[in-house]
């Protein structure tokens, strides 16, 4: 089984991009507790994903490439509105941060993930991170579907 460590934070403003990042739309076919399928399109590249419930920061989770023909065509079939961001990534002591900035409906919302080998990994946190939100279901991109960041 594939398992996904992931940690959570929000973003403070003294973060400022590098770059324009890369332009991410995605959806879900499924969005339950038990389970999330997803569709993204990242750049020229897509994926089906397919996530189980989260315990702690992990979770079982299986990626594959798809067409991106296909995935235009399944984003189509998906729970709306779609998530729209732009992902920027950041090295800080030999980890990679996933810096998401969302769009639309989610306009506002700046949240740094990281992947990690083990729940309890130590790795260097940089000034711009804030509050960790792993925990706060409402921070999960399919629930952000339903509640958008805007609506809070």
Request: hydrophobic share 35%; glycine share 8%.
């Amino acid at each position: 089984m594939s398992k996904e460590i992931e940690r959570k934070f929000l973003v403070s403003p003294a973060w400022q991009p590098r770059d324009e990042g890369t332009y991410f739309k995605q959806g879900y076919l499924s969005s339950v507790k038990e389970r999330v399928v997803r569709v993204r399109i990242a750049g020229d590249k897509a994926k089906l994903t397919i996530k189980g419930v989260t315990h702690g920061v992990s979770r079982a989770e299986y990626e594959y490439e798809i067409p991106v023909a296909d995935a235009r065509e399944l984003l189509d079939l998906c729970e709306q509105p779609l998530i729209e961001k732009r992902r920027h990534l950041e090295e800080v002591g030999g980890k990679t941060f996933e810096i998401d900035v969302f769009l639309g409906a989610n306009r506002g919302l700046i949240v740094a993930e990281l992947e990690l080998a083990s729940e309890d990994e130590a790795f260097d946190k940089p000034p711009w991170l804030g509050v960790e939100v792993s925990g706060d279901e409402r921070y999960y991109n399919n629930n952000l579907i339903a509640k958008p960041f805007t609506t809070w």
